[in-house]
């Protein structure tokens, strides 16, 4: 030691500690929006995922039945209401109808005068085919809305007066002996003007008038040929 330098009576400080670098921040991730925990079990659970009780259907059963059975016709009677619109449309199917009905009452009357077994066959069939046929006719008009009393007047008189002239005609025929020829002829032009009519009927804007007619002519054809092929031979 120097003897001129004074000594340290006292020590020296130690220096202050240098301040420790804080740590890089880090972004932390965001932590997912699921749960890995096990949720808490909720006795209602299945209840809510399972289906339920089938839910009634409005139109189930015979309620439902019932209801397209009535729309079905509602929907049949408007066709034909818009069918018949114009007096054209519905005059033919009357006239139709009323001249089956005097047809059919005149194959009735007549069958006991027929003594031929062939003609009585065929004179029994024309006799199913025009009344059915003009039930149906009949029934066409009434979903139409047309009734009886709504017929032509002038038309229900004018084949009032023809079936008359043919029951005389037959009444003629009978008394002269010549019934089976003449009742034979005669019915095959009827079912040819009857033909003509459900021509026209077939060319209706209702297809279940188009059907009927269709379905008329059909089965009348058969019959019209035994008719026209008919031979008098007292069988």
């Known amino acids: 030691m120097n003897p001129q330098q004074e000594p340290n009576q006292y020590p020296q400080p130690d220096p202050p500690p240098r301040p420790t670098p804080a740590p890089p921040v880090v972004a932390q991730q965001e932590e ?11 006795p209602n659970y299945l209840d809510s995922i399972s289906a339920g ?12 039945k019932i209801f397209f059975i009535m729309l079905g016709l509602f929907a049949l009677a408007v066709s034909l ?8 449309n519905t ?21 006991k005068d027929i003594n031929s077994n062939n003609l009585k066959e065929i004179n029994t069939k024309f006799n199913i085919w025009a009344t059915n046929s003009q039930r149906d006719a009949e029934d066409l008009l009434k979903l139409g ?3 009886r009393t709504d017929f032509n007047k002038e038309m229900v008189r004018t084949e ?15 008394l002269s002996v010549r019934l089976h020829r003449v009742y034979s002829t005669t019915m095959d ?8 009519l459900f021509a026209t009927l077939s060319k209706n804007p209702s297809s279940k008038i188009r059907d009927f007619a ?7 054809k058969p019959i019209q040929k035994e008719f026209n092929e008919y031979v008098d031979d007292g069988n």
């Open 32 to 42: 997912p929006r699921y749960s890995t925990g096990t949720p808490a079990y909720d």
């Open 53 to 64: 009780p089938p839910a009634q259907k409005f139109f189930s059963g015979s309620f439902g």
């Open 81 to 88: 209401i818009v069918a018949f619109s114009g007096k054209d």
């Open 91 to 111: 005059a033919i199917l009357q006239k139709t109808s009323v001249r089956l009905e005097n047809i059919a009452r005149t194959t009735k009357t007549i069958q």
């Open 145 to 147: 809305g047309v009734q």
């Open 160 to 174: 009032e007066a023809r079936i008359d002239e043919l029951n005389s005609k037959f009444e003629d025929a009978r």
């Open 189 to 196: 032009l009827e079912i040819e003007g009857l033909l003509n």
């Open 214 to 220: 269709n379905t008329a002519v059909k089965n009348v």
